[in-house]
C-alpha cells in the first residue's frame, strides 16, 4: 500500500501557524517574497486595519469640524498605504527584538526569524526598506503631521520591549497604534487641539480592550517563559476589566465628538457623529458577551472582529462629516 504523504507542519512548508489559512500570500505570491511578506504580516491584515482606523477617525472627525476638503482623499490612502508599510516596518523590527521568545511559543515559533526563513540581517534590510518607503508617504502631508510621524518611531522603537518590564504592554501597543489618529487631524488643518487628543484617548483604551482578548491566547506559554500581558494581569477578571475599557473608551470618544462638533451647530452632524462611539461600545459589548477567555480560537476571532468595531465608528464620524 503506498502511504498517505503527511500534511507538512506550518514551520515546514513555511507557513505561520496562526496565519488565516489559504490567505493571499501563501497561495499567489512568490515564492521567494513570500518570508518577507510574512514577516510583514502580510498574511495577517488585521494588524493595518487597526493601525489605520484611528487615522480614519482623525480626517473624518477634523473634516466634521471643519469641512471636508478634496485632500482628505489624499490623507485616506496615504493612511492606507503608510498604515500597510509601518505596520510591517512595526512587526519586523518587533520580530527582530523577539525572536528568542517567539521561538518558545508554540502560535509563533513558525515565524520566519525563528524559523530560519529570514536572517536578523535580512529582517533589517527589510525593515529599512520599509520605513523609507512609509516615509515618501509621510512627506507628502504638511509639517504638523510630518513631526508627528517621526515623533511616532520612538513608541514604535519601545513597543516590542515594554512586555518584559510591565504587566501592561498593551498600553505602549495603543500608544503607538492609535498615533494615526493625531496625525491625520493635523494633516488636515495643520494643528491639534483638545478633541483629537480625546480622540486618541479613546483609541489607547480600545487598544487595552482588543489586544487583552487577543493576549490570552499565549497566557500559558507567556508564563513559562516569563512575559507580562493584561491577559495575565487581569485573568479571570478580564471581562470586568474589558467593560471599563468599553465604557471608558465610550466616554471619550463621546467627548472627541462633543468638543470637535458643538461649535459646528449643526444637528444632524452631532447626532450622526454622537453615534460613533455608541454603536462602537455596542459592538464592543457583543465582543464580551461571547468571549471564552480559555478558548484561543474564538480570543482570535473576536480579535480579528475589532476591525469592525473601528470600521462602524469611523462610518459614522465620515457620514458627521459630509452631512
Request: proline fraction near 6%; hydrophobic fraction near 55%; include cysteine.
Amino acid at each position: 500500500m503506498t502511504p498517505i504523504p503527511k500534511t507538512p507542519e506550518p514551520a515546514a512548508a513555511g507557513i505561520v501557524a496562526d496565519a488565516p489559512r489559504d490567505n493571499w500570500v501563501d497561495r499567489y505570491a512568490p515564492a521567494a517574497w513570500r518570508p518577507y511578506l510574512r514577516l510583514a504580516r502580510a498574511d495577517r491584515p488585521i494588524g493595518t486595519w487597526l493601525l489605520l482606523i484611528p487615522c480614519l477617525w482623525g480626517v473624518a472627525l477634523a473634516a466634521a469640524a471643519d469641512a471636508p476638503r478634496l485632500f482628505d482623499l489624499w490623507i485616506v490612502a496615504g493612511c492606507t498605504i503608510g498604515a500597510f508599510l509601518m505596520r510591517g516596518a512595526g512587526c519586523t523590527w518587533n520580530d527582530i527584538t523577539d525572536r528568542n521568545f517567539d521561538g518558545a511559543v508554540a502560535r509563533t515559533r513558525s515565524r520566519p526569524i525563528p524559523s530560519g526563513q529570514v536572517s536578523v540581517k535580512q529582517a533589517v534590510a527589510f525593515m529599512v526598506a520599509q520605513a523609507l518607503a512609509g516615509a515618501v508617504i509621510l512627506f507628502t502631508f504638511n509639517w504638523a503631521a510630518i513631526g508627528l510621524g517621526i515623533l511616532s518611531l520612538a513608541l514604535v522603537a519601545i513597543y516590542p520591549f515594554a512586555k518584559r518590564f510591565t504587566w501592561w504592554p498593551q498600553a505602549f501597543l495603543g500608544l503607538a497604534f492609535n498615533w494615526g489618529a493625531l496625525l491625520a487631524w493635523a494633516a488636515h488643518g495643520g494643528d491639534l487641539s483638545l478633541a483629537p487628543v480625546l480622540l486618541y484617548a479613546s483609541g489607547i483604551v480600545w487598544t487595552l480592550f482588543y489586544d487583552t482578548i487577543y493576549a490570552h491566547q499565549d497566557k500559558d506559554d507567556d508564563a513559562l517563559i516569563g512575559v507580562k500581558s493584561t491577559a495575565r494581569l487581569f485573568a479571570d477578571q478580564t471581562p470586568l476589566w474589558l467593560t471599563r475599557f468599553l465604557i471608558t473608551a465610550v466616554l471619550l470618544m463621546t467627548g472627541a465628538v462633543l468638543v470637535a462638533i458643538l461649535p459646528t451647530g449643526d444637528p444632524l452632524k452631532l447626532v450622526l457623529g454622537v453615534a460613533a462611539p455608541w454603536i462602537f461600545g455596542w459592538h464592543m459589548l457583543w465582543q464580551i458577551r461571547h468571549l471564552d477567555i480559555d478558548n484561543p480560537d474564538t480570543c482570535l476571532r473576536l480579535f480579528r472582529s475589532s476591525r469592525d468595531t473601528g470600521l462602524l465608528a469611523a462610518l459614522f464620524l465620515a457620514a458627521a462629516a459630509l452631512a
